[in-house]
């Protein structure tokens, strides 16, 4: 069983950033696979950001040159820096693992088996 914790979200003006932070509770450095999400109201989870288990890393292309995922071996923790948030980027953020995983599946949300609870990420015009 794999726990996740995920912190760091709070309330932005647009342009502004944030840098989410994920603990997991089992070694996960180049043995799990590992992404963001986010869902919004009345909207489907989507996939934001991911990194598998060889460090590839694959991203939406809505946070492509503003978003960067890394993860910190030392302390089994997943990041996710947020630069020059937008409104639409409004949402409540996921953080999600499962085992080995083809690098077409990292960003949809039915491939993982582990989720934390989620961070709110809200940002103003």
């Known amino acids: 069983q794999v726990q996740l914790v995920e912190s760091g979200g709070g309330s932005v003006q647009a342009g502004g950033s944030l840098r989410l932070s994920c603990a997991a509770s089992?070694?996960?450095?180049?043995?799990?696979?590992m992404g963001w999400f986010r869902q919004a109201p009345g909207k489907e989870r989507e996939g934001v950001a991911a990194?598998?288990?060889?460090?590839?890393?694959s991203y939406r292309d809505s946070g492509k040159g503003r978003f960067t995922i890394s993860q910190d071996n030392a302390k089994n923790t997943l990041y996710l820096q947020m630069n020059s948030l937008k409104p639409k980027d409004t949402a409540k953020y996921y953080c999600?693992?499962?085992?080995?995983?083809?690098?077409?599946?990292?960003?949809?949300?039915?491939?993982?088996?582990?989720w934390g609870q989620g961070t709110q990420v809200t940002v103003s015009s």
């Open positions: 999600a693992a499962v085992g080995m995983l083809r690098p077409w599946w990292l960003l949809q949300p039915g491939a993982y088996n582990y």
């Open positions: 089992v070694y996960t450095y180049s043995t799990w696979s």
């Open positions: 990194m598998d288990s060889n460090h590839r890393t």
